[in-house]
């Protein structure tokens, strides 16, 4: 039998889908800390909350223990005098007392009425925390990354990402351990072999073991789960190690028994390695986002931009990065004080799309495709969104009178965040796409049909025409990735 101790958190992905279903689509219950790091910051301030509660708590413990304790010690004071002096009147008085008024003070105590309050506390935060869905698309995202950029599990674990060390905490077991869980529901046997093997290694060297153990899971748990990947990779003799491993912790388990016995009767065979499909644009995103792309070769060059008044005193420095179709990134459009505006005023009106989801025989498989959050900024809602449109005019030399455009949209993205957008053909618009932020690792801005790559530059304004090139922006490995896009109509004639 396999435990269900965590069946019922990746019920969501636990299952493989055979047919194509219809979609649908729903308002998230979820609060969308996974897709937007800015919507990671409450959360954040709510572990504080929470760890000052439990302090909280932990004090009124230590505070009802002392009081058991002073309690012990005076009872047993009175116990020993009372022994030595039974027929002493003065002691039996006191024990009375003692029996009759002391040992309802001491049931008082022992009752949890102080920390209620806590309790309370805990409970009445619990609606803010994390849903099912926030969890699954935390590992999602995880999973996203590790399929675009082929990192190991165990270089992930380390925080060894794509050849950088990050100063970061290694993970401990039950990170690794829900890794693997994911992965074997999933059927992605491999990577859950190599996360369990990871959560195995952890488990031996962990200081405190019961930390593993209060969040209800054992070392037995570890090596079932390690048994069901390697028999679904057909490595049964490997898979017969972890059964007999097991029998030995748990002799009198008939569920193992019968795995063992049925696994001693098998030889090892190949089976397929199925691909990682987070979703539809998952292999895309491998083939393009895992190069270093270089430019294309041609006659490109660098200028400042000094066509009217106002760039003959401020001139944009333009880069031209295609010429046909005409691309080009113009630096600095917007200073640090700038841009420190523009997410200020995205930030609390940023929300997220409508999430996809199937329906599968009451199964229930959600697609977190788009791992983001977006906010509309109008030009009245403060000067500077006036000035950058100004500005994004002027770098492509349209005048006012000849074009429309939407309002901005600021996007901010979350673990994995990405984009894909499939461009229809039209030479009379325009897609203008600032950077609000550097990124440190990953999220790249990807050309496929131009095999054109861009990195994000703070302050730096990305242009190029809707002429059927479709564009992608590669997952965040590190960093909190802000960019803010435009779609301009170009009236000619």
Not at 108 to 125: D, G, Y
Not at 224 to 233: K, R, S, W
Request: proline fraction near 4%; include cysteine.
């Amino acid at each position: 039998m396999i435990r269900f101790v965590f069946l019922l958190l990746f019920s969501v992905l636990g299952r493989r889908i055979h047919a194509e279903e219809t979609r649908r689509y729903l308002e998230p219950s979820t609060f969308g800390f996974s897709v937007s790091l800015e919507a990671m910051l409450p959360l954040l301030k709510l572990k504080e909350k929470t760890v000052a509660n439990l302090r909280s708590y932990a004090e009124t413990l230590e505070q009802q223990l002392a009081d058991v304790q002073l309690a012990i010690r005076m009872y047993e004071d009175l116990h020993r005098q009372a022994s030595l002096n039974a027929m002493n009147i003065i002691h039996q008085f006191a024990v009375v007392r003692h029996m009759h008024l002391d040992w309802a003070k001491w049931v008082s105590v022992m009752r949890p009425q102080v920390e209620k309050i806590q309790i309370q506390i805990l409970t009445e935060l619990q609606p803010q925390m994390p849903t099912n869905m926030d969890m699954v698309e935390a590992l999602k995202g995880m999973q996203r990354i590790q399929f675009t950029y082929a990192l190991e599990p165990g270089d992930i674990a380390k925080g060894n990402l794509r050849g950088r060390q990050y100063k970061a905490k290694r993970w401990g077991a039950f990170e690794t351990f829900v890794f693997g869980v994911l992965c074997q529901l999933q059927g992605y046997y491999k990577d859950a072999d190599a996360w369990l093997k990871l959560t195995k290694e952890s488990y031996k060297w962990h200081a405190n073991p019961r930390q593993l153990e209060f969040r209800h899971w054992t070392y037995a748990h570890v090596l079932e789960y390690l048994m069901l990947a390697n028999i679904g990779l057909g490595k049964f003799e490997t898979a017969l190690e972890h059964a007999k491993e097991l029998l030995v912790l748990q002799p009198y388990d008939e569920y193992i028994q019968a795995k063992a016995q049925e696994l001693g009767t098998k030889s090892d065979e190949h089976k397929p390695e199925p691909s990682l499909p987070i979703d539809s644009d998952a292999e895309l995103l491998k083939r393009l986002c895992r190069q270093n792309q270089s430019l294309p070769a041609g006659r490109l060059h660098c200028r400042y931009t000094r066509e009217n008044a106002f760039v003959r005193l401020a001139p944009f420095k333009m880069e031209e990065l295609s010429l046909s179709p005409a691309i080009s990134i113009y630096h600095d459009v917007l200073s640090n004080e700038e841009l420190a505006i523009v997410k200020r005023l995205a930030s609390p009106l940023l929300t997220r799309n409508r999430i996809t989801y199937r329906e599968i025989d009451s199964f229930t498989d959600y697609m977190a495709t788009r791992p983001w959050q977006s906010a509309e900024l109008s030009g009245s809602m403060h000067a500077i969104i006036n000035t950058l449109n100004r500005r994004i005019r002027l770098a492509i030399h349209a005048p006012g009178s000849s074009l429309k455009s939407e309002d901005l949209q600021v996007r901010n993205f979350g673990i994995g965040g990405h984009f894909l957008e499939h461009t229809p053909g039209d030479k009379d618009v325009v897609t203008a796409l600032l950077y609000l932020s550097n990124v440190e690792q990953g999220g790249e801005t990807h050309f496929p049909s131009l095999n054109l790559r861009v990195t994000p530059q703070k302050g730096s304004l990305l242009v190029w025409p809707r002429t059927g090139n479709s564009h992608i922006e590669c997952p965040v490995i590190v960093g909190n990735k802000w960019v803010a896009t435009k779609r301009i109509q170009l009236f000619i004639g």
